[in-house]
């Protein structure tokens, strides 16, 4: 049987996430529908949801993954 995983949605990460990673390199934790970077710059969530490459919950355990930029975002088991 093939492992299949979830696909991660956008309303999974504005309720689930408390941090996220991207591409490249910068890291923001998430406020509902905002994503704070650590310098304090603040951006709609949707505008960097593509770009996402690990989200953290609050314990800092890593929740949901990308493999590639064109790839889609899914849970981790």
Not at 33 to 41: C, E, P, Q, S
Request: charged residues 35%; proline residues 1%.
């Amino acid at each position: 049987m093939k492992n299949s995983k979830k696909h991660f949605a956008f309303y999974d990460i504005s309720s689930k996430a408390d941090s996220i990673k991207t591409f490249e390199g910068k890291r923001y934790d998430v406020h509902g529908l905002w994503a704070v970077d650590r310098k304090g710059h603040v951006e709609k969530l949707a505008n960097v949801y593509y770009r996402i490459r690990t989200v953290k919950d609050e314990h800092f355990r890593t929740i949901a993954k990308r493999r590639n930029p064109n790839s889609d975002l899914q849970q981790v088991v």
